[in-house]
């Protein structure tokens, strides 16, 4: 937040770093005991990959405003964006690079735990967690339908496919390095 002084039309928010820092001290109190529950140790991948869908669905479908009634349902209908990108190209440039980064940043992680979980089962593993990082960004943006300050597009479905894919190549990356490595010590 102080950094935010050398910017101009930025202002430093307190509620910004008291909440920051809540979040800070409950990862550091609530982690440990939470990670230690049987459930937990024995499920880790499926663990964070429930936390994983949770905190993507927060971000795609707060502040959570739903419709009121099935009359408004045809107006949100109208403005679904079914070209890809489309949002893209009339946004701030500085904008849209954010809204990318984190749908992205969300995706990512949920693509390398499905590949992790998936792996051993199947050798086409990028492709099925692209599959679904698609269905999951279909089902979000179907759910965005209901809600009147969210504008459901079809690219970040796709976004949240390619995000899912590039999460998997990195699972399959880092399995080989971690290979080659066990083959270079062992």
């Known amino acids: 937040e102080a950094g935010k002084l050398f910017f101009v039309g930025r202002v430093p928010n307190v509620e910004n770093v008291i909440l920051s820092s ?4 409950a990862g550091i ?17 499926e663990s964070l990959m429930l936390l994983s869908l949770i905190l ?33 190209y009339s946004a701030d440039p500085q904008s849209a690079a954010f809204d990318l980064g984190k749908k992205l940043f ?9 590949a992790a979980k998936f792996s051993p089962h199947t050798s086409r593993c990028r492709w099925f967690a692209a599959v679904i990082g698609l269905v999951i960004g279909i089902v979000l943006e179907a ?3 209901a809600l009147r300050t969210r504008v459901p ?3 970040d479905a796709l ?7 590039i999460g998997a190549a990195l699972y399959e ?14």
């Open 22 to 25: 809540i979040g800070a001290l």
């Open 56 to 88: 993507l669905a927060y971000a795609e479908l707060s502040p959570f405003n739903w419709i009121h009634s099935v009359d408004e349902l045809h107006t949100r209908l109208t403005r679904i964006e079914w070209l890809p990108l489309a949002s893209y």
């Open 29 to 45: 109190y609530l982690v440990p005991p939470v990670s230690s529950l049987p459930l937990i140790k024995r499920r880790p991948t």
């Open 143 to 145: 759910c965005q339908i």
């Open 159 to 165: 976004i949240f496919g390619i995000a899912a894919w």
């Open 106 to 114: 969300l995706m990512t992680p949920l693509g390398f735990l499905v």
């Open 153 to 155: 597009s079809v690219t």
């Open 173 to 186: 990356r880092y399995q080989a390095i971690t290979g080659s490595q066990r083959a270079v010590g062992g």
